[in-house]
Nanobody, 124 residues
């Protein structure tokens, strides 16, 4: 069992930065792959980034490559999403999710546990 709590969202101007955190509880966190997804109003949830359980491998959506960086600190049971050069189209609720099984990083259905989400709003 893994419980996830996101934080760090807020309102920022275009071009600004935010760092989201996903704090996990549960003994299996370091055995979990973790992904970030986002959902804007009226749109489907979409993949943003993911990191393998060891932290060696990462994946990014094309729309955020070069701007967002995912990282993890297993000693702190936390995964981070550093978001730079934010754009209005990045506005969404951001969710972190943990996967204990086979690793399909961009597929929401493959994740076993989800947080409640944190709102990110980028003004133009």
């Amino acid at each position: 069992q893994v419980q996830l709590v996101e934080s760090g969202g807020g309102l920022v101007q275009a071009g600004g930065s935010l760092r989201l955190s996903c704090a996990a509880s549960g003994r299996t966190f370091d055995s979990s792959d973790v992904g970030w997804f986002r959902q804007a109003p009226g749109k489907e949830r979409e993949f943003v980034a993911s990191i393998w359980r060891s932290g060696i491998s990462t994946n990014y959506a094309d729309s955020v490559k070069g701007r967002f960086t995912i990282s993890r600190d297993n000693a702190k049971n936390t995964v981070y999403l550093q978001m730079n050069s934010l754009r209005p189209e990045d506005t969404a609720v951001y969710y972190c999710a943990a996967n204990l099984g086979p690793y399909y990083p961009s597929f929401a259905w493959s994740y076993d546990y989800w947080g409640q989400g944190t709102q990110v709003t980028v003004s133009s």
